[in-house]
């Protein structure tokens, strides 16, 4: 689990267009769960400064492998939650709809809770954004630069264990968004379709099939009739979508790169990973946003390249991708 969070420079994205015409995939019937109506939720992504102060939010430091981190420091009032609660070896999939329910409730998460997180990385923290999204909760907003922007905002940390208080019901149907997690069967169904696009959020020698981005999977390559979406110079950063100092990119700057791939709201759009780490930042971007037609492949690569009777791709990006070089970010 070394390389378990996943990032990875990327330079170059797929033109829908030209994928169709290269990939020649049988359109199927798309099934977007809902409109394409844009409504920014621009208060989703939030500053130290909107934070400091702010009584009602359940706060939330995230992580992967424990609670040392967070013992050490944290923003104060905040909760620990560990990534592994919301999913477990070997396909690193979400838990059961009735496990995670009661994970929720065991940190006092109900539908109606305003919640704020952070992560360390952030992928961990828009990773559980997902599954809350997923499961019904209203308000879920990502504290923009996570411990790093609160303490250079001069703001004090603290140490030890805040505990939380157990919710008895979540108090809506479970879960209150289920399309925001896509099958393995609706990806094959959307491939190829000129109204839906499958987005691969990962490094470049991932997307070629140089190296499978994960000490523990040796599957290598792409879901053929993907469109590379962007990631990061590696396994572990996510340089397309994250600034040096860890605050996240420009959303709207993401979209107008995905956009010339064919990447658009008015599509349906699914984003994939390697189990779903990066895909969740990609959607998080689309969420803010306001697209409504979005979701995450859940666990993408690592179940996708376990059935043999799935597409894959390998080797260098088609020609009538390679020209459509997007410039790097600001």
Known sequence: MTVRFARAWTLRLFCVAAATACLAVPARAAQPPERADLRPRLDALVTPEWLAGRAGVRLFHVSWGGARAYRRAHVPGALHFDTNRIERAPLWKLIPDVELERVLLEHGVTRTTDVVLYGAPAMAGTRVALA???AG???????????????ASGRPVESGDNRPTPAAAFGGPFPGRRHVIAGADEVRALL????????????????????????????????????????????NHLEDFQNPDGTLKSPSAIAARWARAGVVPEKRVVFYCGTGWRASVAFWDAWVLGWSRISVYDPGWYEWSRDPGNPIATGPLAECDSSHTPPPLE
């Open 137 to 151: 909760v209203e308000n879920v907003r990502i504290l923009d630069g996570g411990l790093d922007a609160w303490r």
């Open 132 to 134: 809350l999204l997923y």
């Open 192 to 235: 190829g379709h000129p109204e839906a696009v499958v987005v691969s959020i990962r490094s470049l020698a991932e997307q070629t099939g140089q190296k499978s981005g994960y000490s523990d999977l040796h599957a290598r390559g792409r879901i053929r009739g993907d469109v590379w979406g962007g990631g990061g110079s590696d396994a």
